[in-house]
């Protein structure tokens, strides 16, 4: 275990604090680190059923993307921090967090997931539960949910 760990980022706190047990843990257990973040972008399909113009949508969604990346520019700036010298590969998708974070822990081999308690999802973690509730209880691996 903590050969291959995978850490869903999202720029919340709760997000870094995971991010950092997980570089405990791999440095401790010399593994790698999988970091991740997904958007969910929008679209017409979202959970109110709002329609939005096209165009209007596809700004939200390059700028979504460039949120995300920046969310992994600042995961390998505190990894630097945290001195950690385990390998580490870096990777965003745009979708639902809780089964992307579920796919990429299957077709990645990974063997647990660290990841914050609480991110930055607001009403629809209201409304549909949080991802952490849903990773945890389909995640074939062990999940560690730091908050």
Do not use: H
């Amino acid at each position: 275990m903590f050969q291959k760990i995978l850490v869903p980022v999202d720029g919340s706190e709760t997000g870094w604090k995971a991010l950092k047990t997980a570089a405990v843990l791999g440095e401790k257990f010399q593994g790698e680190l999988q970091v991740f973040t997904v958007t969910e972008p929008y679209d017409s399909l979202s959970l109110f059923q709002i329609t939005l113009d096209e165009n209007i949508m596809d700004r939200s969604n390059r700028e979504l993307k460039k949120a995300s990346l920046a969310i992994l520019d600042a995961a390998k700036e505190k990894l630097t921090e945290y001195d950690f010298k385990g390998g580490v590969s870096y990777e965003e998708k745009a979708g639902n967090p809780a089964e992307l974070i579920l796919e990429k822990s299957r077709e990645d081999g990974c063997d647990s997931v660290v990841m914050g308690s609480r991110g930055l999802s607001g009403i629809t973690e209201f409304l549909l539960g949080s991802v952490s509730s849903k990773v945890s209880q389909y995640a074939e691996v062990p999940v560690f949910v730091v908050k």
